[in-house]
């Protein structure tokens, strides 16, 4: 009962696929016939001080899987190396200078 005192807990909303973020990442709930019904819906978190996290519907825990929800968007001179390696890379010259300017 003391280690339920001592985490920290946090509402979280349900969307559409059974997920939602935590802390940088994205939690799937496995789909169950309790998870099903919890679209749209708020479910409680438990962070304990040891590093488990457990997700929770009135009261039940829920199982569930983490996702790393980092996504690294791609630069415009990532873009721009890309674009330069293709074999159409003459067509392109002018987003070359579009990109320096923006």
Known sequence: RLK???CKREQRYVGSQLTFSFERQRIMLEETEVTRGLV???VET???ADGR???RWKGHSL???TFDKEVHSI????MLIKTMASPWRYMH???L???HLA
């Open 93 to 95: 010259v002018p987003l």
């Open 97 to 99: 200078f579009a990109a």
């Open 46 to 48: 438990y962070a304990y």
């Open 63 to 65: 199982p569930y899987k």
């Open 40 to 42: 749209g819906r708020y």
């Open 4 to 6: 339920e005192i001592l």
């Open 75 to 78: 630069s415009k001179c990532d």
């Open 53 to 55: 996290l457990d997700v």
